[in-house]
């Protein structure tokens, strides 16, 4: 199994810029996350996705901040614009949830380190 | 709102020795708790996890606890190896499936 993909693995870019994060899921979950670590606060979710419709998106800092599931392979998480402040490792994750998937664990990808200068 | 504290935040130990990471959360309703482990650079490794109705898991040397009444749990490494240096992360799922996070115990074992 190919496990969580995410590119670019880096990425720099100048502040004001539009950055995009992609994620491809492990193949038959149906539940995707998008999560933020920084030294200061740690991991922190940012939105999920069940069956690729959004659920939860309390956790978006901003309306700088947007995520999409166009499908179940595929997702994207989109900065603009951009702010040094957004500087962290941006990780996507994937599971199997809902009932009678109570011990599946969520597989991350290796995330992507984002400076913004 | 649910909170995950992880004590020690860091710990230094000899090779050889049994180590026990601690876990606590503040809301008791989750439906499960997990064991990550993080090297630098790397994703989160899931290592163990622990449904709401259970009270262990084990894999290998690695063995973990869930007291959900008290809000508490335990990973516990026997025979410490210098493989074991990483951070180790803790996490409790609520519905849906999301994951409040611990800040995490980084461990260094000295050969």
């Known amino acids: 199994d190919a496990g969580v993909i995410q590119s670019p693995r880096h990425e720099v870019t100048e502040m004001g810029q539009e950055v995009t994060l992609r994620c491809k899921p492990i193949s038959g979950h149906n539940s995707l996350f998008w999560y933020r670590q920084t030294m200061m606060r740690g991991l922190e979710l940012l939105i999920y996705f069940n069956n690729n419709v959004p659920i939860d998106d309390s956790g978006m800092p901003e309306d700088r901040f947007s995520a999409k599931m166009p499908n179940a392979s595929f997702s994207t998480l989109k900065i603009q614009p951009s702010e040094p402040r957004d500087s962290a490792v941006y990780f996507c994750?994937?599971?199997?949830?809902?009932?009678?998937?109570?011990?599946?664990?969520?597989?991350f990808g290796d995330g992507t380190r984002l400076s913004i200068l | 709102k649910q909170e995950v504290t992880q004590i020690p935040a860091a710990l230094s130990v000899p090779e050889g020795e049994n180590l026990v990471l601690n876990c606590s959360f503040t809301d008791s309703a989750i439906y499960n708790l997990q064991w990550f482990r993080q090297d630098p650079g790397k994703g989160l490794t899931s290592l163990l996890l622990i449904q709401s109705s259970q009270r262990e898991q084990t894999s290998g040397r690695l063995n973990a606890s869930l007291d959900k009444s008290s809000g508490r749990s335990t990973l516990y490494i026997a025979a410490s190896q210098p493989g074991d240096s990483a951070t180790y992360l803790c996490a409790v799922s609520g519905q849906g499936g999301k994951l409040i996070f611990g800040q995490g115990t980084e461990l260094s074992v000295k050969p």
């Open positions: 994750a994937s599971s199997l949830t809902g009932t009678g998937y109570s011990n599946q664990p969520q597989h």
